[in-house]
Nanobody, 117 residues
């Protein structure tokens, strides 16, 4: 059974930082591209960042310079370090595991991030 379990969300003040974690099980983690997406009620889920099996990263423009995605293949965990948070970053953040060749994709249950004074 595949599980992606996010943690680290919460309430933070504008300008603050949070670090999200996503622990994966049930997949061969090292061969998957891992990613973070976010969604606000009433809007489409949007890309935050991805990291390939080789460590190549990709960020949405609005996150560049503020967010950092990383992975620890020994712990089957992907991280998202978020700095300089603003209220527009408030959303549910979802972990994603994708393998294009195998046509497999999995999602976590999401973790709420709220940026508010």
């Amino acid at each position: 059974q595949v599980q992606l379990v996010e943690s680290g969300g919460g309430l933070v003040q504008p300008g603050g930082s949070l670090r999200l974690s996503c622990a994966a099980s049930g997949i061969d983690f090292i061969v998957y591209t891992m990613g973070w997406y976010r969604q606000v009620p009433g809007r489409q889920r949007e890309l935050v960042a991805t990291i390939s099996r080789g460590g190549t990263t990709n960020y949405a423009d609005s996150m560049k310079g503020r967010f950092t995605i990383s992975r620890d293949n020994a712990r089957n965990t992907v991280y998202l370090a978020m700095n300089s948070l603003n209220p527009e970053d408030t959303a549910v953040y979802y972990c994603n595991a994708a393998h294009a060749w195998l046509m497999k994709e999995y999602w976590g249950q999401g973790t709420q991030v709220t940026v508010s004074p």
